[in-house]
C-alpha cells in the first residue's frame, strides 16, 4: 500500500484523490503525485544548521541561542536536544517537537546537529 501524499505546496498531510490527481483541502493546489517535476520540487532545497552542516529529515539537533516564545512564560534554553526533525520549505524551515513545549516550527539557524 501506497503512503499517501503530502501537499507540496502547503504541506499538509490530508489531501485526497481526484481520479489521476491529488487535491489539497487547505490550498486548493492540485498535482500529480507520480510527476517527476513534482519529485524534484519536494528534493530541491536545502537546509543548513548554524555551522553550515546540512540537516535531514530524523536528524536530531540542539539550540545555540535562548528563543523566546510567544505566549509562553519562559524561553526555549540553550542546548534543548530536539529529536527526529522534519524539514519544510519556509521561512521557519524546521519542524518539530520541543520538549517542554510541543509542536513547532524553527529557522535553522538557531540549531547546531547533533552527530549521533
Given at each position: 500500500m501506497?503512503?499517501?501524499?503530502?501537499?507540496?505546496q502547503?504541506?499538509?498531510?490530508?489531501?485526497?484523490?481526484?481520479g489521476?490527481?491529488?487535491?489539497?483541502?487547505?490550498?486548493?493546489?492540485?498535482?500529480?503525485?507520480?510527476?517527476?517535476?513534482?519529485?524534484?520540487?519536494?528534493?530541491?532545497?536545502l537546509v543548513?544548521d548554524?555551522?553550515?552542516?546540512?540537516?535531514?529529515?530524523?536528524?536530531?539537533v540542539?539550540?545555540?541561542?535562548?528563543?523566546?516564545?510567544?505566549?509562553?512564560?519562559?524561553?526555549?534554553?540553550?542546548?534543548?536536544?530536539?529529536?527526529?526533525?522534519?524539514?519544510?520549505?519556509?521561512?521557519?524551515?524546521?519542524?518539530?517537537?520541543?520538549?517542554g513545549?510541543?509542536?513547532?516550527?524553527?529557522?535553522?539557524?538557531?540549531v547546531k546537529?547533533?552527530?549521533?
Amino acid at each position: 500500500m501506497l503512503a499517501e501524499p503530502i501537499c507540496p505546496q502547503c504541506k499538509c498531510d490530508f489531501p485526497y484523490p481526484t481520479g489521476l490527481l491529488w487535491m489539497c483541502p487547505e490550498c486548493g493546489h492540485e498535482w500529480n503525485p507520480e510527476s517527476e517535476t513534482n519529485q524534484h520540487n519536494l528534493a530541491s532545497f536545502l537546509v543548513k544548521d548554524a555551522n553550515g552542516n546540512v540537516l535531514n529529515d530524523g536528524d536530531s539537533v540542539t539550540i545555540i541561542k535562548d528563543l523566546p516564545v510567544k505566549g509562553a512564560p519562559k524561553s526555549i534554553k540553550v542546548g534543548t536536544k530536539i529529536t527526529n526533525i522534519r524539514l519544510v520549505d519556509s521561512d521557519h524551515n524546521i519542524d518539530c517537537k520541543v520538549p517542554g513545549f510541543g509542536a513547532m516550527a524553527l529557522k535553522s539557524e538557531f540549531v547546531k546537529k547533533v552527530n549521533d
